[in-house]
């Protein structure tokens, strides 16, 4: 009401004249009374510990044990793996090899177990069945200092993890196509040697279970990095000098994984120091990497149509005409693109290559960055690793030990180096696979 009158909805505001600091009256009819919710305000430390992780978005962290940062930054890393979850929660005692020995089937078992319990809580888990199975396989990793446990090097800790886990989650009597890890993280290598002072020439294959970004003054980037890794030179017996000479080795990659692993060579033995020393320089890394260059030729050809459907499906989402020699496309090609934008939320169903859906799906040589492993301090047997990893809704998490700390993806490809701060060690790329 204005000065005693209704003003009404058409009312028109210019011949009101409304003054600075009056008041205005306002009435209408009361609204039905708000009810009390029937149920109060739960908070996330009331719920049961199955729905707490889900409801704060992401897996526990890890009590540090004691020097233990390298075992948990290598466990949440590569827990991030859901087919290799689906893999362990398959693995049963009744089914364990006959040729497994005990030590590595209480790792595996071991690892399960631990790979469960995170996915249970939001509150931090205590790791010790895991460690004391990983210093009962490899003693290495309970070395004592003054009657301390050492820092070990979390390479060492991710290696022999897997290798193990790629003895146990291989069925019995089963080839190279029924082998989990191999699928899952397993590059495999073509290789020329090349002697230029007798003129041997030869070639091997080998698979391997990561790639190697070698650091050097030339070196600013992963991809210069992985160029130095897959040459190098190395000395062995001539049988046609009858002595040692110098063999160059040049590789290619000629079979991609699901997983692709990039282990930054930053630590070297110093003489001098009779300890393994780090190099800080820093090296920068794409959240996006293509691996097509470092490809063997027979390679390249079987990436070029799933390359070129990539291709047309991102255009397609950016509005852009696909070319008349790619429209006749196989139809409901939305429905054929399987995880083109990189993100982690597979069901587990690969999680051997014989699979159904490992056979749908064709790897394009186009990765996307889901985990990163980093070293803070000068010397591997000292400092502090953590883990940075990307959760299902694309956010990321920085597990340091029990402390799980949102992070913005704009700040994980600044850990690379050049200074004290954390740095990538080992890289973990996750391909971006399409339907054919």
Same mark, same amino acid.
């Given at each position: 009401?204005?000065?005693?009158?209704?003003?009404?909805?058409?009312?028109?505001?210019?011949?009101?004249?409304?003054?600075?600091?009056?008041?205005?009256?306002?009435?209408?009819?009361?609204?039905?009374?708000?009810?009390?919710?029937?149920?109060?305000?739960?908070?996330?430390?009331?719920?049961?510990?199955?729905?707490?992780?889900?409801?704060?978005?992401?897996?526990?962290?890890?009590?540090?044990?004691?020097?233990?940062?390298?075992?948990? *930054?290598?466990?949440? #890393?590569?827990? /991030?793996?859901? +087919?290799?979850?689906? =893999?362990?929660?398959? @693995?049963?005692?009744?089914?364990?090899?006959?040729?497994?020995?005990?030590?590595?089937?209480?790792?595996?078992?071991?690892?399960?177990?631990?790979?469960?319990?995170?996915?249970?809580?939001?509150?931090?888990?205590?790791?010790?069945?895991?460690?004391?199975?990983?210093?009962?396989?490899?003693?290495?990793?309970?070395?004592?200092?003054?009657?301390?446990?050492?820092?070990?090097?979390?390479?060492?800790?991710?290696?022999?993890?897997?290798?193990?886990?790629?003895?146990?989650?291989?069925?019995?009597?089963?080839?190279?196509?029924?082998?989990?890890?191999?699928?899952?993280?397993?590059?495999?290598?073509? *290789?020329?040697?090349? #002697?230029?002072? /007798?003129?041997? +020439?030869?070639?091997? =294959?080998?698979?391997? @279970?990561?790639?190697?970004?070698h650091i050097s003054q030339e070196v600013n980037h992963l991809h210069e990095g992985l160029k130095h890794g897959l040459k190098s030179e190395l000395e062995k017996a001539s049988p046609p000098l009858g002595r040692s000479a110098i063999y160059i080795k040049e590789s290619r990659i000629n079979g991609l994984p699901r997983y692709l692993t990039i282990q930054f060579v930053r630590f070297f033995w110093k003489r001098e120091s009779n300890q393994k020393a780090k190099i800080l320089r820093k090296v920068d890394y794409p959240l996006e990497l293509d691996v097509y260059d470092f490809c063997s030729s027979d390679l390249q050809k079987k990436l070029e149509a799933p390359r070129q459907f990539l291709r047309d499906e991102e255009g397609k989402k950016l509005g852009l005409k696909v070319a008349e020699k790619n429209a006749a496309a196989p139809k409901d090609d939305d429905e054929k693109m399987a995880d083109a934008e990189g993100s982690s939320n597979t069901n587990g169903e690969s999680s051997v290559a014989s699979s159904q859906d490992a056979e749908d799906t064709q790897l394009t040589g186009v990765y996307d960055l889901v985990a990163v492993l980093t070293h803070k301090g000068r010397s591997a047997d000292s400092g502090h690793y953590v883990a940075w990893v990307k959760q299902e809704d694309g956010k990321w998490i920085e597990y340091d030990d029990d402390n799980p700390i949102p992070q913005r993806e704009e700040d994980i490809v600044k850990l690379s180096g050049g200074g004290d701060w954390h740095m990538a060690y080992i890289c973990m790329y996750k391909a971006r696979v399409v339907r054919m």
């Open positions: 009401m204005v000065k005693g009158g209704l003003l009404k909805d058409d009312a028109d505001w210019k011949t009101v004249g409304i003054k600075q600091g009056q008041k205005l009256m306002m009435m209408g009819t009361a609204d039905e009374i708000v009810k009390a919710p029937e149920k109060g305000p739960v908070f996330v430390e009331d719920l049961p510990e199955e729905e707490q992780a889900v409801a704060v978005g992401h897996s526990a962290g890890l009590f540090n044990l004691g020097n233990t940062c390298y075992m948990n *930054s290598t466990v949440q #890393c590569l827990h /991030s793996v859901p +087919e290799l979850k689906s =893999a362990l929660l398959q @693995y049963r005692p009744s089914g364990r090899r006959n040729d497994l020995d005990q030590t590595s089937h209480m790792l595996t078992v071991a690892t399960r177990d631990l790979f469960s319990e995170l996915d249970k809580t939001a509150k931090p888990v205590a790791p010790m069945q895991f460690w004391m199975s990983l210093r009962k396989k490899y003693p290495q990793f309970g070395q004592l200092h003054n009657g301390v446990f050492m820092q070990q090097d979390a390479e060492e800790c991710w290696t022999q993890l897997l290798y193990t886990l790629s003895l146990s989650l291989r069925s019995p009597g089963a080839n190279d196509n029924l082998d989990t890890i191999k699928a899952l993280f397993g590059i495999e290598l073509v *290789s020329r040697m090349h #002697c230029q002072e /007798s003129g041997e +020439e030869s070639s091997e =294959a080998e698979s391997v @279970y990561s790639l190697k970004c």
